[in-house]
């Protein structure tokens, strides 16, 4: 079973540039989620998609960023525009869809981005 | 408020036990894990315990549940090089399907 995939494995920007990262979540999972750790720190929520639909974005930092999953497939998260603060590795997850029991999450290799 | 704290830095001999400690402040907190990142790969579950549950033992590992005092440990017994590596703690309320919190990490390293 392939795992989750992220693309590029770096991205270097200047500021104001667009960015976009791919994940490729594995096949038949429903939930798949976007994470960010910023600067060492911990890693932190911004959205969770069930199929194409975003359940919950509350972790999105700002207008900036947005994400989509176009057909329940894989996911892109646009950075427009970059800021230096935006700079960290970008995790994707994914999961079979459930109601009870731990969910657990496969995590990517992550998508780390600097913005100079 | 959720907030995750874990120790930043553990250094060990290979063979002795580690031992990674965690506190929590969500009391409703459901789930609690245990990640591993090894340098350039993703994030990887070694186990995680149900908040109803005191212990969980998996071959090496150890988890121990402390939830009066909201305190989580992962112990690593026989510790190894290839353990080196940093280990995260999270934890998700019942309400939160997949929205986990985590800690900064803890940076394990494993001297020959």
């Known amino acids: 079973e392939a795992g989750v995939t992220q693309f590029p494995s770096h991205s270097v920007i200047e500021k104001g540039q667009t960015v976009t990262l791919r994940c490729d979540p594995i096949?038949?999972?429903?939930?798949l989620y976007w994470y960010r750790r910023v600067m060492g720190k911990e890693i932190k929520f911004l959205l969770h998609?069930?199929?194409?639909?975003?359940?919950?974005e509350s972790g999105m930092p700002n207008n900036r960023f947005l994400a989509e999953r176009t057909g329940g497939t894989y996911s892109t998260l646009k950075v427009q525009p970059a800021e230096l603060e935006d700079s960290g590795v970008y995790f994707c997850?994914?999961?079979?869809?459930?109601?009870?029991?731990?969910?657990?999450?496969?995590f990517g290799a992550g998508s780390r981005l600097t913005v100079l | 408020g959720e907030d995750v704290e874990q120790s930043l830095f553990l250094s060990v001999r290979e063979g002795d036990s580690s031992v990674i400690n965690c506190t929590y402040t969500?009391?409703?907190?459901?789930?609690l894990y245990w990640y591993k990142q090894e340098p350039g790969a993703g994030l990887q579950l070694l186990t995680y315990?149900?908040?109803?549950?005191d212990m969980k033992q998996d071959q090496r590992l150890t988890v121990l549940l402390n939830k009066k005092d909201k305190h989580l440990s992962l112990r690593i017994a026989d510790t190894q090089t290839g353990d080196s590596a940093i280990y995260f703690c999270?934890?998700?309320?019942?309400?939160?399907?997949?929205?986990?919190?985590f800690g900064q990490g803890t940076i394990l390293t494993v001297h020959p």
């Open positions: 969500d009391s409703s907190s459901t789930y």
């Open positions: 096949s038949g999972h429903d939930n």
């Open positions: 998609f069930v199929k194409e639909s975003k359940q919950d």
């Open positions: 315990i149900f908040s109803n549950m």
């Open positions: 999270a934890e998700v309320m019942g309400t939160s399907y997949g929205k986990l919190t």
């Open positions: 997850a994914s999961s079979q869809i459930g109601g009870f029991g731990a969910n657990v999450l496969t």
